[in-house]
């Protein structure tokens, strides 16, 4: 029997729920409606009193979460959407992120933000918010690509005594499975050869790591063998295994469903080419979503985004360089 990747996240929040009486879930709908995706479906029944419901203020949920965790507590908050975590923002960069810093009180919240884009959504439920979270000092920010990640990470973060921003992607909600819940995991901050090769490094986190390894599936019939690597969590970032990839290889190409901007891809491909220019035997390349807000049409929104088809291209392109 399969598990999806929303199903892991659910069983990670029961686990966690069930080992430790310090966590608690605050969300909007997450009690008897399930949440908006049912990540907390039946949670509120097995766990009474321990699964809550939130005004519509993400200010006042973030807030909370704060003053919880000061008081002992280990509270998971869900977001509905990544995008309505900026009404929040100043609980999470100028509070938690600043708490042990400040006051040597840990700030062990867990912040569920469920993130990228679908078919449709547009730009008030799409958005990618790693990067812009990832720039404050004192915030952990993981970006779970696979199933058991999903599972293993999300207990880790709760578990962790700082901040954790956990981007987890929707589209993966009911694309992505697995045949089990996974009894190991590797530590957060490292990141994951995915698919070994020799001619091109390609970066990816999230949901473009599956497109980066579907590129990779292709390029194979053109004699060219590509590394893909999994960020896994992108603060903090794993730029020694990024390194060492890129001395196997010579080449790297980064993509991210981000916009471009000052973003995951940009602070990957400029610690290479500041760390490891020697290792390079071309520029390095980044790709990323258009630079414009995420448009609701399905053909739209499919050009808008890095696709398989648009990661091979660049990486066709990097590799006559």
């Given at each position: 029997?399969s598990?999806?990747?929303?199903?892991?996240?659910r069983?990670?929040q029961?686990?966690?729920?069930?080992d430790?009486?310090?966590?608690?879930?605050y969300g909007?709908?997450?009690?008897?409606?399930?949440?908006a995706?049912?990540?907390?479906k039946n949670?509120?029944?097995?766990f009474?009193?321990?699964v809550i419901?939130a005004p519509?203020?993400?200010?006042?949920?973030?807030?909370?979460?704060?003053g919880?965790?000061?008081?002992?507590?280990?509270?998971?908050i869900e977001?509905?959407?990544?995008?309505?975590?900026?009404t929040?923002f100043?609980?999470?960069?100028?509070q938690?992120?600043?708490l042990?810093?400040?006051?040597n009180?840990?700030?062990p919240?867990?912040?569920?933000l469920p993130?990228?884009?679908t078919?449709g959504?547009?730009?008030f439920h799409?958005q990618?918010?790693?990067?812009?979270?990832a720039?404050?000092?004192?915030?952990?920010?993981?970006?779970?690509?696979t199933v058991?990640?999903?599972?293993?990470m999300?207990?880790?973060?709760?578990?962790?005594?700082?901040?954790v921003?956990?981007?987890?992607?929707k589209?993966l909600?009911?694309?992505?499975?697995?045949?089990?819940?996974?009894?190991?995991?590797?530590?957060?901050?490292?990141?994951?050869?995915?698919?070994?090769?020799?001619?091109?490094?390609?970066?990816a986190y999230?949901?473009m790591?599956h497109?980066?390894?579907?590129?990779?599936e292709e390029?194979?019939?053109?004699?060219?063998?590509?590394?893909?690597?999994?960020?896994?969590?992108?603060?903090p970032?794993d730029?020694?295994?990024?390194?060492?990839?890129?001395?196997r290889?010579?080449r790297?190409?980064?993509?991210?469903?981000?916009?471009p901007?000052g973003?995951?891809t940009?602070?990957?491909v400029?610690?290479?080419?500041a760390?490891g220019?020697?290792l390079?035997?071309a520029?390095?390349?980044r790709l990323n979503?258009?630079?414009?807000?995420?448009?609701?049409?399905?053909?739209?929104?499919?050009?808008?985004r890095?696709t398989?088809r648009?990661?091979a291209?660049?990486a066709?392109r990097?590799?006559?360089?």
């Amino acid at each position: 029997m399969s598990i999806t990747y929303l199903e892991a996240i659910r069983a990670a929040q029961a686990r966690a729920l069930a080992d430790d009486p310090r966590v608690f879930i605050y969300g909007q709908d997450v009690g008897a409606f399930g949440g908006a995706f049912k990540a907390t479906k039946n949670l509120a029944i097995e766990f009474p009193g321990r699964v809550i419901d939130a005004p519509i203020s993400e200010d006042a949920m973030l807030g909370l979460a704060v003053g919880a965790a000061i008081e002992g507590m280990r509270p998971i908050i869900e977001i509905q959407f990544a995008d309505f975590s900026t009404t929040g923002f100043n609980q999470i960069v100028n509070q938690a992120a600043t708490l042990y810093w400040r006051t040597n009180v840990p700030c062990p919240i867990t912040v569920r933000l469920p993130s990228g884009g679908t078919s449709g959504s547009g730009p008030f439920h799409s958005q990618s918010m790693e990067a812009l979270y990832a720039h404050y000092p004192g915030l952990i920010v993981m970006t779970p690509a696979t199933v058991e990640d999903a599972y293993s990470m999300l207990l880790e973060a709760v578990a962790i005594d700082d901040p954790v921003i956990f981007c987890e992607h929707k589209y993966l909600y009911y694309h992505l499975k697995a045949e089990a819940l996974p009894t190991e995991a590797m530590p957060v901050g490292k990141a994951r050869i995915a698919r070994a090769g020799r001619d091109l490094t390609l970066v990816a986190y999230s949901a473009m790591l599956h497109e980066a390894l579907a590129v990779a599936e292709e390029l194979v019939s053109e004699g060219t063998e590509i590394e893909v690597v999994d960020l896994r969590c992108v603060k903090p970032l794993d730029t020694d295994t990024v390194m060492a990839s890129v001395a196997r290889t010579g080449r790297l190409l980064c993509v991210g469903e981000a916009w471009p901007w000052g973003g995951v891809t940009a602070e990957v491909v400029a610690r290479v080419a500041a760390e490891g220019f020697d290792l390079l035997d071309a520029p390095p390349q980044r790709l990323n979503a258009k630079d414009t807000p995420v448009p609701y049409h399905p053909a739209l929104w499919a050009a808008h985004r890095p696709t398989a088809r648009s990661i091979a291209a660049a990486a066709r392109r990097l590799l006559r360089l």
